[in-house]
């Protein structure tokens, strides 16, 4: 079974500031993984997903996310974050090759505060 | 146009009672799904069906009952409510076939068991 590790659980940045938020996976197999974002209050929406290809992946308000299959590794980062920008950030995984593969396993989340 | 709506969104309740939530998605997905957010915003599926099937069931009560009407509908039915029970609950859709298995999430219904 797959699980996903966000060793970032907190992290206050102030605005203009670059972001990396780690995420970290373990299985073997082939993945889809994904980015999703929370701002407060609302329902997760999709940030970025890679599933085959390019290993950086743009997704949407500046985001990118690059796939190191060695480390096992799929980090978040923006160049300038804006206060906007303050939301849990949720690391997603799946394995499409295997029987649940419509079973998306999530990280813990990293609560993301911009400061102005 | 809403993808994916659920009802209620807040729904507060005495603990024992049996409560329902309604979730619809017209994005014509054939797979839904149930997720529990917990306090500490940690999400964790509970079950999803495809067509009507039912395909994961984590391990959650028996209590908790999901029903399928049509693919495009999956609701939660929880009997006997418990404080513990207190949380968001997230609907969710995706189509099979794509591959991604990329999911869109509901705006989620928050229940406080008091």
């Known amino acids: 079974a797959q699980s996903v590790s966000q060793h970032n659980h907190h992290v206050i940045l102030s605005e203009a500031a670059s972001l990396e938020l780690g995420c970290n996976y373990s299985?073997?197999?082939?993945?889809?993984l994904f980015w999703y974002v929370q701002y407060p209050g609302q329902h997760l929406q999709l940030l970025l997903k890679?599933?085959?290809?390019?290993?950086l992946v743009k997704g949407i308000k500046g985001f990118e996310a690059e796939f190191i299959k060695s480390k096992f590794s799929f980090n978040l980062r923006k160049p300038s974050v804006q206060w906007s920008d303050t939301a849990e950030y949720f690391c997603a995984v799946n394995a499409p090759d295997t029987g649940t593969a419509s079973k998306l396993t999530f990280g813990t989340g990293t609560r993301l505060q911009v400061t102005l | 146009d809403t993808a994916v709506s659920q009802t209620p969104k807040y729904l507060v309740t005495q603990m024992g009672n049996d409560k329902s939530i309604k979730c619809e998605q017209n994005?014509?997905?054939?797979?839904m799904y149930w997720y529990k957010q917990d306090s500490k915003k940690f999400l964790k599926i509970m079950f999803s069906?495809?067509?009507?099937?039912?395909?994961i069931n984590e391990t959650v009560p028996n209590r908790f009952s999901p029903k399928s009407p049509d693919k495009a509908h999956l609701n939660l039915h929880i009997n006997s409510l418990e404080l513990g029970d207190s949380a968001v609950y997230f609907c969710?859709?995706?189509?099979?076939?794509?591959?991604?298995?990329?999911?869109?999430f509901g705006p989620g219904t928050r229940l406080t068991v008091t």
């Open positions: 299985y073997g197999g082939t993945v889809n």
């Open positions: 890679y599933f085959s290809g390019d290993p």
């Open positions: 994005l014509g997905h054939d797979t």
């Open positions: 969710a859709s995706s189509q099979a076939g794509t591959g991604v298995w990329e999911q869109y």
């Open positions: 069906y495809n067509n009507k099937e039912l395909i």
